[in-house]
């Protein structure tokens, strides 16, 4: 779940897409061994989106509507939904 802080930094979320980065670096690029970095990346951009709104912007964050495609795609793919 996204922190105040996560959410204050500049970029939002930057920490959340750091902790990625440095998962996949020790884990050779496997990004399924990362799977909760990336859930955690996920969850704070949609709460920034939640609090900022569609069109607000963080170098860390994808687009609005492709976040949320993708959180639908990882939902599916975990066999939820």
């Given at each position: 779940?996204?922190?105040?802080?996560?959410?204050?930094?500049d970029?939002?979320?930057h920490?959340?897409?750091?902790a990625?980065?440095?998962?996949?670096a020790?884990?050779?690029y496997n990004?399924s061994k990362c799977?909760s970095?990336?859930?955690?990346?996920?969850?704070?951009c949609n709460?920034?989106?939640e609090?900022n709104g569609?069109?607000?912007?963080?170098?860390?964050?994808p687009?609005?509507s492709?976040?949320?495609?993708?959180?639908?795609?990882?939902?599916?793919?975990s066999g939820a939904g």
């Amino acid at each position: 779940m996204a922190s105040k802080d996560d959410l204050s930094t500049d970029p939002p979320c930057h920490s959340r897409a750091c902790a990625i980065q440095d998962c996949l670096a020790k884990n050779s690029y496997n990004e399924s061994k990362c799977r909760s970095q990336v859930d955690a990346l996920y969850d704070c951009c949609n709460k920034f989106y939640e609090r900022n709104g569609d069109n607000a912007k963080s170098a860390s964050c994808p687009k609005a509507s492709l976040l949320r495609l993708k959180i639908s795609q990882r939902a599916e793919g975990s066999g939820a939904g």
